[in-house]
């Protein structure tokens, strides 16, 4: 199993992008996929994640201005980021779930003031 993010970038304050991560491999249908962060200087943190019924889940510091979806045909997790903060500077890793823990190789985001 491989997982490929993409999407990182520049932005000033207020933008937006979007991520994306691809699995490819041994896939199995309807896993849970998510996103974690990790910030210069700080733990990686949980940032969201959609299960395989579309569940879904954010951290408090990112409810309202980021949203996870997918694409299971494409064994594809996105992450729109919308009002973006300097806080959110951070390297994003997307995992997933299935029968182990998987992780994608990171993407940075950096959001200038």
């Known amino acids: 199993v491989q997982l490929q993010a993409s999407g990182g970038g520049l932005v000033q304050a207020g933008g937006s992008l979007r991520l994306s991560c691809a699995a490819s491999?041994?896939?199995?249908?309807?896993?849970?996929m998510g996103w974690y962060r990790q910030a210069p200087g700080k733990q990686r943190e949980f940032v969201a994640f959609?299960?395989?019924?579309?569940?879904?889940n954010y951290a408090d510091s990112v409810k309202g201005r980021f949203t996870i979806s997918r694409d299971n045909a494409k064994n594809t997790v996105y992450l729109q980021m919308s009002s973006l903060k300097p806080e959110d500077t951070a390297v994003y890793y997307c995992?997933?779930?299935?029968?182990?823990?998987?992780w994608g190789q990171g993407t940075l985001v950096t959001v200038s003031s």
């Open positions: 995992y997933l779930m299935q029968r182990g823990l998987y």
């Open positions: 491999g041994s896939i199995l249908s309807f896993k849970t």
């Open positions: 959609i299960t395989g019924t579309e569940g879904t």
